[in-house]
């Protein structure tokens, strides 16, 4: 089993920026994959970026350009940072993982959520 627990999330006022951290512990030889992505109540899921094991990364053409994944293997943790930040951005974003290298996420493990807000 894998645990990931988030944190960094908060309010800020448009144009403004923030940075969310996801801890992994447990089974963490068995990822492949850490991301994240955003959902807001009665939304679909808004995938936003993972990076691998091996270090590539991919980050969605919504967010490109304000947002940047990054990871800290020494303390099994990866990092989201966002910048330029707009009220759409206001959700719920989740870390997740996966066990398995591929383009479309399983989304395996996911934490608890943290919220942001971003005020106009």
């Known amino acids: 089993q894998v645990q990931l627990v988030e944190s960094g999330g908060g309010s800020v006022q448009a144009g403004g920026s923030l940075r969310l951290s996801c801890a992994a512990s447990g089974s963490i030889f068995s990822l492949k994959i850490m991301g994240w992505y955003r959902q807001a109540p009665g939304k679909q899921r808004d995938y936003l970026a993972h990076i691998t094991s091996d270090g590539h990364t991919n980050v969605a053409d919504s967010v490109e350009g304000r947002f940047t994944i990054s990871r800290d293997n020494a303390k099994n943790t990866v990092h989201l940072q966002m910048n330029t930040l707009i009220p759409e951005d206001t959700s719920v974003y989740y870390c997740?993982?996966?066990?398995?290298?591929?383009?479309?996420?399983?989304?395996?493990?996911r934490g608890q959520g943290t919220q942001v807000t971003v005020s106009s």
């Open positions: 997740y993982a996966d066990t398995l290298l591929g383009w479309t996420p399983r989304y395996d493990y």
